[in-house]
């Protein structure tokens, strides 16, 4: 992986939300980056929860933690059932526009974040575990917005931030896979927060986020079962 | 002025400071577009009162006006004399590095948060008072980033922003010709805050802010007599 082998001062600073994706990539920071940092946002989502989940995985990782207040950010969100508990959740993305899943901006405003935090750390790479592959209609989760958005940092503070996102060009199997092949579809699989109704491990089973999770384990554990 | 002809629904959001560029930004502004709003930030800036300011000029001009409390930024700036008071302000850019009056990000996050207000008022012409002639070493107020970040905010939130920036190369003489020209110099000298101490309107007199303000007067004010 070239991209790796550039790394400076081997630190980097992990979005850290608490659900299967950016556990996953904690563990992979972990085994690519001597030094691991975790950064999570309040930002008034309804699962309040989510920042603890997230601090507990941190703490099991044995990964320092910083937890940011950005509340504007559900005063910027509107028509969002994601910060807004009197909105009914879409089930699907719906014709023409965004799900109300939808908070924009999110990470436009964690990766901002998480580079001037990182920046006063010394660190200079910056992990994501957005997905293009199962993003679900939110433009924030796609490739060509991270690379804009790590050119706009870089410029905005004379910096050289590297963005990476491992998991990219995975679907929701292959992050289960990479989970596994880390030594930690276990702790993935219990102990992290997917779930849009804000149940831990295998969720509510039927909100869009616990249907795509559960879709991915099942083709994933029937892979590995073909394979033995 | 090809740029401004595209305009679709002749609504412009101003990011407003309440200082010389910001304000005389929005009297361009008022010109350029039917319908104008202006947005300030709280972020723990050491002269609280900036924001009334803003505030009192968006009432003079009749402008709607949005105040947003972003206090993060503060908890992120380390060594920054704006935010700190217990740190003394640089008066000349040190060698190598920042001046010590640099918030890491900021306009990164004035002109995310201001965009994603202005998509949630059907707004897509976002205006800043940045310039790259007068930068003062800030990376954040450089021709390049701005147009880096109107690309990251089109792809994060799918939409078709613009962002203006008609001081981006005007010096401080020709910003205060242009006050004369829009008829609100009396305004910009008299009721904006650009002093770094605090003092309204022509300021402390020595702080670098008022340094380059009142160069940029006397300028003006000697090409302006010549012409008479």
Same mark, same amino acid.
């Given at each position: 992986?070239?991209?790796?082998?550039?790394?400076?001062?081997?630190?980097?600073?992990?979005?850290?939300?608490?659900?299967?994706?950016?556990?996953?990539?904690?563990?992979?920071?972990?085994?690519?980056?001597?030094?691991?940092?975790?950064?999570?946002?309040?930002?008034?989502? =309804?699962?309040?929860?989510?920042?603890?989940?997230?601090?507990?995985?941190?703490?099991?990782?044995?990964?320092?933690? =910083?937890?940011?207040?950005?509340?504007?950010?559900?005063?910027?969100?509107?028509?969002?059932?994601?910060?807004?508990?009197?909105?009914?959740?879409?089930?699907? =993305?719906?014709?023409?526009?965004?799900?109300?899943?939808?908070?924009?901006?999110?990470?436009?405003?964690?990766?901002?974040?998480?580079?001037?935090?990182?920046?006063?750390?010394?660190?200079?790479?910056?992990?994501?575990?957005?997905?293009?592959?199962?993003?679900?209609?939110?433009?924030?989760?796609?490739?060509?917005?991270?690379?804009?958005?790590?050119?706009?940092?870089?410029?905005?503070?004379?910096?050289?931030?590297?963005?990476?996102?491992?998991?990219?060009?995975?679907? =929701?199997?292959?992050?289960?896979?990479?989970?596994?092949?880390?030594?930690?579809?276990?702790?993935?699989?219990?102990?992290?927060?997917?779930?849009?109704?804000?149940?831990?491990?295998?969720?509510?089973?039927?909100?869009?986020?616990?249907?795509?999770?559960?879709?991915?384990?099942?083709?994933?554990?029937?892979?590995?079962?073909?394979?033995?």
């Amino acid at each position: 992986m070239a991209e790796i082998s550039t790394k400076p001062n081997n630190k980097a600073l992990v979005v850290l939300s608490g659900g299967q994706d950016s556990t996953t990539c904690l563990f992979w920071a972990k085994k690519e980056f001597k030094e691991v940092y975790a950064i999570s946002f309040n930002y008034g989502q =309804k699962h309040q929860h989510e920042t603890a989940i997230a601090q507990s995985i941190a703490e099991r990782a044995g990964v320092s933690f =910083k937890l940011m207040d950005i509340y504007f950010i559900s005063q910027l969100a509107t028509n969002c059932s994601l910060t807004d508990s009197s909105i009914k959740m879409d089930k699907e =993305k719906p014709e023409g526009s965004f799900p109300n899943t939808f908070v924009p901006g999110r990470n436009l405003f964690f990766l901002s974040i998480a580079a001037v935090y990182a920046r006063s750390l010394g660190i200079r790479d910056i992990v994501t575990g957005v997905s293009q592959t199962d993003f679900s209609g939110y433009p924030d989760c796609r490739d060509s917005f991270i690379k804009s958005l790590n050119v706009s940092l870089n410029l905005a503070m004379d910096e050289q931030f590297v963005l990476h996102t491992p998991l990219m060009w995975k679907d =929701k199997a292959e992050t289960w896979e990479m989970a596994d092949n880390l030594g930690v579809f276990d702790i993935v699989r219990n102990e992290t927060l997917t779930c849009y109704n804000g149940v831990v491990g295998d969720g509510c089973g039927h909100c869009p986020a616990c249907l795509l999770r559960r879709k991915g384990l099942e083709m994933y554990l029937e892979k590995k079962n073909l394979k033995h």
